[in-house]
């Protein structure tokens, strides 16, 4: 099973209020995850199109709502990445979130502009539904407040494990 957490950092210089959402699977940024993916794929264009989701940028009503799959932004699918330019409607990843008693699967993933790709081999990633809902709360507490400490460094992990 995946831990998930979410890193909610302020944008840069000039442009701080537009802070972004970037979910993080077992401490990996999934941009990441997703470049790696579709490099190995040989997809064209890959690598560096993926960046976090801009609250500011689209009808983002919280964290639990939108990672819960209920934002309907998408139909069935969840945006969780935009395009590294921040806009969600540029180059969005989508998956399907789906949600039982005990667990939270992630699975299905899409990228809406090349639906010729083929991402089944791509998750799923299933994660605890306790520590999932801890993640998404500690998030929607963040971008609440978001010029907290806690909005600099990564949310919601239980523990970190070393990369190396």
């Given at each position: 099973m995946s831990e998930i957490g979410f890193e909610y950092r302020p944008g840069p210089p000039g442009r701080t209020d537009v802070h972004r959402i970037m979910p993080h699977i077992d401490t990996i940024p999934l941009t990441d995850l997703i470049d790696t993916f579709e490099i190995c794929a040989g997809m064209e264009p890959a690598g560096d199109a993926y960046g976090g989701l801009v609250p500011l940028f689209f009808r983002f009503a919280s964290a639990t709502d939108h990672f819960?799959?209920?934002?309907?932004?998408?139909?069935?699918?969840?945006?969780?990445?935009?395009?590294?330019?921040?806009?969600?409607?540029?180059?969005?990843?989508?998956?399907?979130?789906?949600?039982?008693?005990d667990l939270v699967v992630w699975d299905c993933f899409e990228q809406p502009y090349r639906t010729?790709?083929?991402?089944?081999?791509?998750?799923?990633?299933?994660?605890?539904?306790?520590?999932?809902?801890?993640?998404?709360?500690?998030?929607?507490?963040?971008?609440?407040?978001?010029?907290?400490?806690?909005?600099?460094?990564?949310?919601?992990?239980?523990?970190?494990?070393?990369?190396?």
């Open positions: 819960h799959g209920s934002s309907s932004l998408r139909g069935e699918k969840t945006p969780v990445l935009a395009c590294s330019c921040g806009e969600l409607g540029c180059w969005p990843l989508l998956t399907r979130i789906s949600l039982t008693g010729t790709r083929d991402y089944t081999a791509f998750g799923p990633f299933l994660f605890d539904r306790d520590q999932y809902d801890n993640a998404v709360q500690v998030l929607d507490a963040a971008v609440t407040a978001h010029d907290t400490p806690e909005s600099q460094r990564t949310v919601g992990q239980a523990h970190h494990r070393d990369r190396s």
